[in-house]
């Protein structure tokens, strides 16, 4: 079950924040497709609850941004 904080995350939205809880799990990954510029994946946990999240930095994409690791 996710915390307040993580509720308030505006999933699959590149402008979405997220919270002070969440610590990053690793170092980020750049993607790169051929051709295009890179994408950084970036992994988090959040403190308080737990719920693993995905950052995608892809400023081309209107939908990238935090999700939810299923």
């Known amino acids: 079950m ?3 904080a993580c509720n308030g ?3 699959r939205n590149r402008k979405g924040q997220g919270h002070a809880k969440l610590t990053p799990i690793g170092e ?3 993607v790169r497709n051929m051709g ?5 994946m970036t992994h988090y946990v959040c403190e308080d609850c737990g719920t693993k999240w995905q950052h995608e930095d892809d400023k081309r994409d209107a939908y ?3 999700s939810i690791e299923i």
């Open 2 to 4: 996710s915390c307040d």
């Open 64 to 66: 990238a941004g935090w």
């Open 9 to 11: 995350i505006q999933q």
């Open 36 to 40: 295009q510029p890179a994408v950084i």
């Open 28 to 30: 980020p990954v750049k």
